[in-house]
């Protein structure tokens, strides 16, 4: 019913950055929060950025300061701009998002994920 579509993940140096996008598409009829969660091998998921639909954010204390989460609500689209980053954060980052479908039901989608990789 809905589809998120991750891209921008890939290999950085520590120190490095990347920006993060996640599309949301299908029966959408509004978008609440949108976020990024992350697991590493052998780790539970975590979350790392929230932001709501009116723009609040959240923050894992860990990322604050580095880590940037906004959203283009009229494309349905989140970002996750990661600068600093350091091995530890080598992960699958998923997208999240808390839709209200067309049926006016709640649904809770997940994008596939993309990998990751800080190398030291």
């Known amino acids: 019913q809905v589809q998120l579509v991750e891209s921008g993940g890939g290999l950085v140096q520590a120190g490095g950055s990347l920006r993060l996008s996640c599309l949301a598409s299908g029966s959408i009829f509004e978008i609440n929060a949108m976020g990024w969660y992350r697991q590493a091998p052998g780790k539970q998921r975590e979350v790392v950025a929230i932001?709501?639909?009116?723009?609040?954010?959240n923050y894992a204390d860990t990322v604050k300061g580095r880590f940037t989460i906004s959203r283009d609500a009229s494309k349905n689209t989140v970002y996750l701009q990661m600068n600093s980053l350091i091995p530890e954060e080598t992960a699958t980052y998923y997208c999240?998002?808390?839709?209200?479908?067309?049926?006016?039901?709640?649904?809770?989608?997940w994008g596939q994920g993309t990998q990751v990789t800080v190398s030291s």
């Open positions: 932001i709501g639909s009116g723009g609040t954010t």
């Open positions: 999240y998002a808390e839709v209200t479908l067309t049926s006016r039901a709640r649904y809770p989608a």
